[in-house]
């Protein structure tokens, strides 16, 4: 996780290098919040409608979750880095984008009881609820409109393609042989009803600077 955001942070190390190498008329800064986290992206025209985006996003959140009726002590992170290429739609203001992300949501907690799949045990876990590949494909459509003196507005709805996965330590205390075999098959499950939600969506709203 830690290597995908930091890759995440190179690729805008990059389009913002680029950008140097022309002039800044061509560069636009994007930020705001996000269901990801904070947002910010710089943005380079390349030519015609296309352009590059390469977007970052900054959460950490530590609570007592509720998941799935389960009382979990623990920290959510949505670190994570996306390359975007941005299509124009004429002067529409709307645009429609594709790319890369890596890292993503990472949920990491501890629980002295589990309910999984209707069945509860007791005992010390740790438990984390992640993306099941920190790489991958996202699409997107947005709104991006220059207001005046280089300001404007910009609202983006997408999805990564990607599902969750459930990872649980702790269980090697269940003794009785029964039970580990039905928690083992109760996680089995959860994960399989993980893997059929095959996209995880997003909302971003913000501003921009055109320079």
Avoid: H
């Avoid at 991958?136 to 990607?162: C, K, Q």
């Avoid at 996680?187 to 993980?194: G, Y």
Wanted: charged content about 15%.
């Amino acid at each position: 996780m830690k290597n995908a955001f930091f890759a995440g942070v190179l690729l805008a190390s990059g389009v913002a290098t680029g950008a140097s190498a022309q002039s800044l008329e061509n560069l636009t800064i994007e930020g705001g919040l996000s269901t990801l986290g904070l947002y910010i992206a710089p943005k380079l025209d390349i030519a015609g409608p296309w352009g590059a985006r390469a977007a970052l996003y900054l959460g950490s959140f530590s609570d007592n979750f509720d998941v799935d009726g389960n009382d979990i002590d623990g920290k959510l992170t949505s670190n994570s880095g996306a390359i975007m290429a941005d299509y124009s739609l004429g002067n529409s203001g709307l645009r429609l984008s594709g790319g890369l992300s890596l890292g993503g949501y990472q949920l990491e907690g501890t629980a002295t009881t589990l309910t999984i799949e209707g069945n509860t045990y007791t005992g010390n876990f740790a438990a984390e609820l992640k993306q099941k590949r920190d790489v991958a494909p996202v699409l997107a459509i947005g709104y991006a409109r220059t207001l005046g003196n280089n300001w404007g507005i910009v609202a983006e709805i997408g999805a990564r393609f990607t599902s969750l996965e459930l990872t649980t330590t702790g269980q090697d205390s269940i003794t009785n042989p029964t039970e580990r075999a039905q928690f083992d098959a109760d996680l089995a499950q959860a994960n399989s009803d993980l893997s059929d939600i095959k996209i995880l969506p997003f909302i971003t709203l913000g501003v921009s600077y055109k320079f």
